[in-house]
């Protein structure tokens, strides 16, 4: 199965070393590139690709911008977060808008490409360092959850999907999930069941 990619940077050259490291392989196949984050909602659109490697910070529109409007039309798009910074608001900005990965400039060739073939599978890619940041930050947050946050709660708490919640809320199920880990970091819990019953007992969520 071919899996059709397109390649989003505001600088040329990076954009072709992408699409350069890319070539050569017979399951990959780069159908566009995007300069910046508007064209590049206009190219998904137009070509339909399965996964997206986005730069984060561009003119006209950033990566986590173009990330967050793709989806809502074509959420089984995947995107892969391609940069070379990695701040904490950074990382948060770009999961919260439904990326799939986030890595860095540097990671090797082998490594882009299992990550590709990976993403395109439904599997989530981070790099090592991005990956240590975001579960330092979910240890270490507060309790208090956001309004969105409760929002999604209440959604598992009626029984709803995570698809249904996307639905209910007008956001991906990506965005659903995302959320969904940061409850589970703030209160301390790794399932969907016990994120409730612990919410009910700490008053967090008073009323279903």
Same mark, same amino acid.
């Given at each position: 199965?071919?899996?059709?990619?397109?390649?989003?940077?505001?600088?040329?050259?990076?954009?072709?070393?992408?699409?350069? /490291?890319?070539?050569?392989?017979?399951?990959?196949?780069?159908?566009?590139?995007?300069?910046?984050?508007?064209?590049?909602?206009?190219?998904?659109?137009?070509?339909?690709?399965?996964?997206?490697?986005?730069?984060? @910070?561009?003119?006209?529109?950033?990566?986590?911008?173009? #990330?967050?409007?793709? !989806?809502?039309?074509?959420?089984?798009?995947?995107?892969?977060?391609?940069?070379?910074?990695?701040?904490?608001?950074?990382?948060?900005?770009?999961?919260?808008?439904?990326?799939?990965?986030?890595?860095?400039?540097? #990671?090797?060739?082998?490594? /882009?490409?299992?990550?590709? @073939?990976?993403?395109?599978?439904?599997?989530?890619?981070?790099?090592?360092?991005?990956?240590?940041?975001?579960?330092?930050?979910?240890?270490?947050?507060?309790?208090? !959850?956001?309004?969105?946050?409760?929002?999604? /709660?209440?959604?598992?708490? @009626?029984?709803?999907?995570?698809?249904?919640?996307?639905?209910?809320?007008?956001? #991906?199920?990506?965005?659903?999930? #995302?959320?969904?880990?940061?409850?589970? &970091?703030?209160? &301390?819990?790794?399932?969907?069941?016990?994120?409730?019953?612990?919410?009910?007992?700490? &008053?967090?969520?008073?009323? /279903?």
């Amino acid at each position: 199965m071919t899996t059709r990619i397109v390649v989003v940077d505001d600088h040329p050259v990076v954009r072709a070393g992408i699409v350069g /490291l890319l070539a050569g392989e017979p399951d990959l196949v780069v159908v566009g590139e995007a300069a910046d984050g508007e064209q590049a909602v206009a190219l998904v659109e137009r070509e339909e690709p399965d996964v997206v490697l986005m730069d984060l @910070r561009m003119p006209v529109l950033d990566g986590a911008g173009a #990330t967050e409007r793709l !989806l809502r039309t074509r959420p089984a798009t995947r995107v892969v977060v391609l940069t070379t910074y990695e701040t904490d608001a950074d990382i948060l900005r770009a999961v919260e808008a439904g990326a799939s990965g986030y890595l860095l400039k540097d #990671t090797p060739r082998d490594e /882009l490409v299992a990550a590709v @073939r990976a993403v395109a599978h439904g599997e989530t890619v981070l790099a090592p360092s991005v990956a240590r940041r975001l579960v330092e930050q979910l240890r270490h947050a507060p309790e208090r !959850l956001t309004p969105r946050e409760l929002e999604v /709660l209440r959604g598992v708490a @009626r029984g709803r999907t995570n698809a249904q919640i996307g639905a209910d809320l007008y956001i #991906t199920e990506a965005t659903v999930k #995302t959320h969904l880990l940061r409850v589970f &970091g703030k209160l &301390g819990v790794d399932d969907r069941t016990h994120a409730v019953t612990v919410a009910l007992e700490r &008053g967090i969520l008073p009323s /279903l």
